[in-house]
């Protein structure tokens, strides 16, 4: 296995008290650079005739290399270590969001309008018309993040209270992409029942609900039942998010490979909530030819068992994830690091397409097959064609609101996904750029356009 690109998840500041005297500095970072660490900002605090003070920020693989890189430092003669800060941890100190009011209170007749006595007339207009709570609430720009903990990023079932990091992450990403107001809603209970009841009684509150981290199979009955059972956008991201981003991607990849979507052969590796939603749509597409694995191999009509999700992509053929690989165009893995080798990626079709997302390691490293394939992508930042469902979530939630969609359909996730691969311009596409930056400004506004225009062609649309 190769070994991580260092990155800022794991990036520490390390303050230091060294001698002020030339070439001290150099001993340091030269002990970074000799166990691997990237250099980032040096600061300097302090300084006097016989010392300086420095805060050094160094982006380590993982924990255990961020304490090698302190022991280095420690090591090197006439350093003294003052603290140790892991920056990762450092901004979620207290949280990350904050509810604000978006008027001020600065005098009575302020109060008196906002609030008793001026408040009950407004109450008393949305029960005359209840649709006016979209007008007169937060609920016209509000977005409940439900979980369960149940599926928390790649890590397991970790429980509500743990989930909470990554849904407050999400809320962020929903203002900062999209403008959308998002809320972590982390239940302390995986029973399907109870899920669903609780969503729906908070459904007056919120305009749409992302559902996250929840585990399959489960996922998947939540997500049919509260769309059946509520009049507001439904999204489990961990499906949609993540097929409608892969669609792009593989829109603009077969150009530079000149194959048709509706003409190859597509290997997906991971039979849970991402990897069902992404064949989905691929077969929405126009795919026909989708081989799915799991953790036994080839998803095959001749086993038992099979969940009405995996018998719908049941195929023939059975055998290992190796030989579902001999001879296709495509392989999508959302499962586990380092499950391809090399020789499997040999024995695909000529110019192959590899997409490797399991995160934070990938199924196989792209340093390893960067001669053997037309394009790489992966689902880290680090690498080129970064598969990030940040690219669709905001934007998708954007233009449901602003229609007041009462569903996200099938049509409203192709049209976001051609409006992300669109933004790629013959020009820039190439096997590294098959897909906008996460900061391409343009993404969420165009996305958002495109499911509006799709919700209306659905008659989803209520305004």
């Known amino acids: 296995m190769v070994a991580l690109t260092p990155n800022p998840s794991y990036s520490v500041t390390i303050q230091l008290r060294i001698p002020n005297r030339a070439g001290t500095l150099a001993n340091v970072t030269q002990a970074i650079a000799n166990v691997g660490g990237s250099l980032g900002n040096i600061e300097l605090v302090e300084r006097d005739l016989k010392f300086l003070i420095r805060n050094i920020t160094v982006d380590a693989s993982s924990e255990k290399h961020a304490g090698d890189i302190v022991d280095a430092v420690k090591a ?3 350093i003294e270590i003052l603290k140790v800060l892991d920056r990762t941890f450092a901004i979620h100190q207290g949280g990350k969001i904050t509810v604000e009011s978006r008027i001020p209170l600065t005098v009575q007749s302020d109060l008196a309008m906002a609030y008793t006595p001026g408040v009950g007339r407004v109450c008393q207009a949305i ?10 609430t937060v609920k016209s720009n509000m977005v409940a993040i439900v979980t369960d903990g149940s599926a928390v990023l790649g890590l397991g079932n970790l429980g509500p209270e743990a989930a909470m990091p990554v849904m407050e992450g999400k809320a962020m990403l929903f203002k900062e992409f999209a403008g959308v107001n998002a809320f972590p809603i982390c239940l302390a209970t995986q029973d399907v029942e109870e899920i669903v009841r609780t ?16 585990a399959a199979p489960r996922c998947f009955e939540i ?7 509520t009049d507001i956008p439904i999204f489990h991201d961990d499906q949609h998010g993540t097929a409608i981003v892969s669609l792009a991607a593989l829109f603009n990849a077969l150009k530079l490979v000149k194959k048709d979507l509706q003409s190859v052969k597509i290997v997906i590796n991971g039979a849970g909530a991402a990897g069902v939603a992404i064949a989905k749509l691929l077969r929405q597409a126009g795919a026909t030819d989708i081989w799915m694995c799991d953790s036994k191999g080839i998803i095959s009509s001749q086993r038992d068992n099979l969940t009405p999700e995996k018998q719908a992509f049941a195929v023939a053929a059975s055998g290992t994830l190796a030989e579902a690989m001999q001879d296709a165009d495509i392989f999508l893995g959302v499962s586990a690091p380092g499950v391809v080798t090399p020789a499997m990626v040999t024995s695909m079709a000529k110019d192959p397409i590899v997409f490797a997302m399991a995160n934070p390691i990938p199924e196989i490293q792209p340093e390893l097959i960067m001669d053997k394939v037309a394009v ?9 064609n970064q598969i990030n469902n940040v690219l669709a ?7 449901a609101l602003d229609c007041r969609a009462s569903s996200i359909t099938t049509n409203m996730c192709l049209q976001a996904a051609q409006a992300i691969a669109s933004l790629v311009s013959p020009a820039q596409l190439d096997r590294e750029h098959i897909i906008p930056s996460v900061f391409d400004q343009r993404v969420a506004a165009a996305v958002a356009a495109a499911v509006g225009q799709a919700a209306r062609q659905d008659g989803v649309a209520r305004r």
Request: net charge negative; charged share 30%.
């Open 76 to 78: 090197v003669p006439e």
């Open 199 to 214: 969503v729906k009684y908070l459904a007056p509150v919120f305009g749409g609900v992302n559902l996250e981290d929840i």
């Open 223 to 229: 997500e049919q039942r509260l769309k059946a059972e």
């Open 127 to 136: 029960a005359e018309k209840p649709e006016q709570v979209y007008d007169l």
């Open 376 to 384: 790489v992508a992966t689902g880290r930042s680090d690498y080129p």
């Open 393 to 399: 979530f905001p934007g998708v939630f954007r233009g």
